[in-house]
């Protein structure tokens, strides 16, 4: 398609691809292809969202702002159109699509979810400390035509948290095709790690939405639902980093900040930066709900659904011709034990494959590029070594804190949580206001991977055990943590035969009894029952 009519088509579908003086770069490939035949197509210069258009980065002033759940068409692969949702909006005389929210901590948040859909939506706000009602419940799921309205104060610390649908039943399909944005939150502590290294949002400083899609040979999303996708997850072939198929980032020698979300439905991913054969070293300086307290060199890191990392990687070693590849390494998806333990309940669906889960020839665990990095032209010399600390984060005091036991474990075909099935009115976990937890979370041994959200709530990683060996090998300390365990999350990584200990600080001011959820972010896994009410009690 030749870019004037790429344009035109964008424009009439109302995806606003020209605003404010920037361009949606836009190179078209020749063939669908896969993650794994990556390095045989045109490379594809990745999109950096700018101040408007589609993840554009929406500052939120004292107005409200209003998000449209909508359905429209998005040419994401050979330029032809494939159906897509937007959350569509206009603020400060500006069109965005499912924009980037930034927000200062401290700031009021007023928003409203308007639904253009034909079928219901809500809208959970990841990793945000909101009063159950402006959560994004289930249970406040909205009809076609109907809206709902939220107003809270974000107490967050600086970082990067995101939004998405939590529709009943239909949270998998909805964000699949679209429903999902970053929500960024700044305090002092990020914006001084920004001013020390000298770091420019959108040129230094870039958010990486990291999915996986399944495209037909129109260049159309498939999403499949069938038993296998519904009890394993939807697995998609073509990677896609902010919406954009086969990337590549062309860089300057000098220090980069990498701001990632696995916005995918199931993949969990490995990451590194590979240069030929070798792997280079990186920084992670955060986490699910921000900075670390201070820098962590790392190699490779496990991404799984819905969890964030925020890493520095530093070019200026490197010269102007040099290509660096993002990729996910190799790592045992840990699924192959459960599988073959089904047995007779597996017969009629051993054809669809481990790897092919929607039809996806990019099996779990496979080593595929994310992204290249291209060093195009020489960098100003800039500080490259991060400060010696970042924040300050406050170890929850676990003296008297009650330990309770989730287990993970499947009866039926069916994952479940405590022996429990997701009901709409059942809460099958009661906290009570102003206390501490500990939480055993015990993935059983038959299993597979499973990335758990808490609603709500932050939380810190005390401890894993029984883990398997190629996440012993990145432990940075006696119990067994990963750099990546670090901070405060909101989502967590359990594999299989493993159990990991969190410590929850359920202190808030909200008046009454409040409702959230704790679930597995594999959203097949969620949508199919995975999930459970936690009732956080006044008394």
């Known amino acids: 398609m030749q870019r004037r009519k790429f344009l035109q088509y964008a424009a009439a579908s109302g995806l606003g691809i020209l605003a404010s003086g920037y ?136 970082g990067m948290y995101w939004y998405h649908t939590h529709a009943h039943n239909l949270t998998a399909k909805q964000a699949y095709f679209g429903l999902a944005g970053i929500f960024m939150v700044e305090d002092e502590d990020d914006l001084a790690v920004r001013t020390a290294l000298q770091l420019e949002p959108g040129v230094t400083e870039l958010p990486l939405l990291i999915q996986d899609k399944q495209f037909n040979s129109a260049g159309e999303l498939e999403y499949a639902s069938n038993p296998m996708q519904q009890m394993m997850g939807q697995l998609g072939d073509t990677i896609l980093v902010n919406l954009t198929p086969h990337p590549q980032l062309d860089i300057a020698n000098r220090l980069y900040r990498f701001r990632i979300l696995n916005g995918s439905n199931s993949r969990i991913y490995k990451l590194a930066f590979v240069h030929g054969e070798k792997k280079l070293p990186y920084t992670i300086i955060g986490t699910d709900a921000g900075l670390l307290d201070q820098p962590y060199p790392a190699q490779e890191a496990f991404l799984a659904p819905a969890e964030r990392l925020d890493i520095l990687f530093d070019a200026s070693r490197l010269r102007t011709g040099d290509e660096i590849a993002l990729k996910s390494l190799a790592f045992e998806a840990m699924n192959n034990d459960m599988m073959g333990g089904m047995g007779g309940m597996m017969g009629g669906m051993s054809g669809m494959g481990m790897g092919g889960m929607g039809g996806s020839s990019l099996a779990l665990g496979a080593e595929f590029e994310i992204m290249k990095l291209a060093v195009t032209h020489q960098g100003v010399a800039t500080p490259s070594v991060p400060p010696r600390k970042l924040s300050t984060i406050a170890r929850i005091d676990t003296r008297k804190a009650a330990v309770r036991n989730i287990s993970l474990t499947m009866q039926r075909m069916r994952w479940l949580i405590n022996g429990e099935s997701f009901e709409m009115g059942r809460y099958p976990i009661e906290s009570r206001r102003n206390t501490v937890e500990l939480w055993d979370i015990q993935n059983a041994k038959m299993s597979m991977p499973h990335p758990m959200h808490l609603h709500g709530f932050s939380f810190q990683i005390v401890s894993r055990s029984n883990s398997p060996s190629q996440v012993r090998k990145l432990s940075q300390d006696a119990n067994g943590r990963m750099v990546t365990d670090l901070g405060w999350k909101d989502t967590i990584l359990v594999w299989p035969g493993e159990t990991v200990r969190i410590a929850i600080d359920f202190t808030n001011a909200y008046k009454g009894d409040q409702i959230y959820l704790f679930h597995c972010h594999n959203l097949e896994h969620e949508d199919q029952g995975m999930m459970v009410n936690h009732l956080v009690t006044a008394v």
């Open 23 to 158: 361009l949606y770069k836009y190179r078209q490939n020749d063939v669908v292809g896969t993650a794994a035949a990556a390095r045989n197509v045109a490379r594809t210069p990745l999109f950096i969202p700018g101040n408007s258009g589609p993840l554009g980065i929406l500052d939120i002033s004292d107005a409200p702002l209003t998000l449209n759940a909508r359905a429209t068409t998005l040419p994401l692969i050979q330029g032809k159109p494939s159906p897509f949702l937007i959350y569509a909006a206009q603020y400060d005389d500006k069109d965005y699509q499912n924009p980037i929210i930034r927000i200062k901590r401290g700031k009021q948040f007023n928003a409203r979810l308007q639904n253009d859909l034909t079928e219901p939506t809500i809208v959970h706000w990841h990793g945000l400390h909101v009063p159950g009602a402006m959560d994004g419940h289930p249970r406040n799921t909205i009809a076609a035509s109907g809206h709902y309205d939220y107003a809270f104060p974000v107490t967050n610390r600086g």
